[in-house]
């Protein structure tokens, strides 16, 4: 059964940049698609980005500027870097498998951007 | 990036069935049958219960279904049981190479 985890701080200044790992478990992190999703209290899903093992990125047009997504394949890991955040990027934040739909997710963690 | 429409709130009793729509447009939900579903209870994480517009993944109760008309993806659960009660959020490939939820659809059973 394939497993992730979302770590990092849950606390960023504004105007910082936030950073996230996902730890894949019971499975390789090749051969897949992997993609971070984001959710404000209280709101809705936000698709932020993917990452193939290879490489290979696609990123939501209107986060594009600010968002990386890299992959370590040797720690079966895959990160996310969103730079010169506001309280608008306060929110759950996801690590899951998959492109075109997700079946695996991380229990989420919540990144409060304050100042 | 346009959210795709989903009704804020729907409900049913016991046993009935109810239908979630999720309304794009010809560069999204029209073109293209990449519409999955999620459920999401209080405070966890989504889970998928459709794919490729009517797919079901292994495990997920047959009273979920997926169909798709023009530009509206559709959910329909049958047999409504309590468990249900949870946010539905649609998603869709775009034109932009991109992805696209709804607004997400709250489920009460009376």
């Known amino acids: 059964q394939v497993q992730l985890q979302e770590s990092g701080p849950g606390l960023v200044k504004t105007s910082e940049t936030l950073s996230l790992t996902c730890t894949v478990s019971?499975?390789?992190?090749?051969?897949?698609?992997w993609t971070w999703i984001r959710q404000p209290p209280g709101q809705g899903l936000e698709w932020i980005g993917c990452?193939?093992?290879?490489?290979?990125?696609n990123y939501n047009p209107s986060l594009k500027s600010r968002v990386t997504i890299s992959v370590d394949t040797s720690k079966n890991q895959f990160s996310l870097r969103l730079n010169s955040v506001t309280a608008a990027d306060t929110a759950f934040y996801y690590c899951?498998?998959?492109?075109?739909?997700?079946?695996?997710w991380g229990q989420g963690t919540l990144v409060t951007v304050s100042s | 990036q346009t959210a795709l429409t989903q009704p804020a709130s729907v409900s049913g009793s016991p046993g009935q069935s109810i239908t979630i729509s999720c309304t794009g447009t010809?560069?999204?939900?029209?073109?293209?049958?990449?519409v999955s579903w999620y459920q999401q209870h209080r405070g966890k994480a989504p889970k998928l219960i459709i794919y490729?517009?009517?797919k079901r993944p292994s495990g997920v109760s047959d009273r979920f279904s997926g169909s798709k008309s023009g530009k509206t993806a559709s959910l329909t659960i049958s047999g409504l049981q309590a468990e249900d009660e949870a946010d539905y959020y649609c998603?869709?490939?775009?034109?932009?190479?991109?992805?696209?939820f709804g607004g997400g659809t709250k489920l009460t059973v009376l």
């Open positions: 899951a498998r998959g492109f075109s739909y997700t079946d695996y």
């Open positions: 019971g499975g390789s992190i090749s051969g897949n698609f």
């Open positions: 990452i193939y093992f290879t490489g290979s990125t």
């Open positions: 010809s560069s999204d939900v029209g073109a293209y049958n990449y």
């Open positions: 490729d517009v009517t």
């Open positions: 998603r869709s490939y775009t034109s932009t190479t991109a992805y696209v």
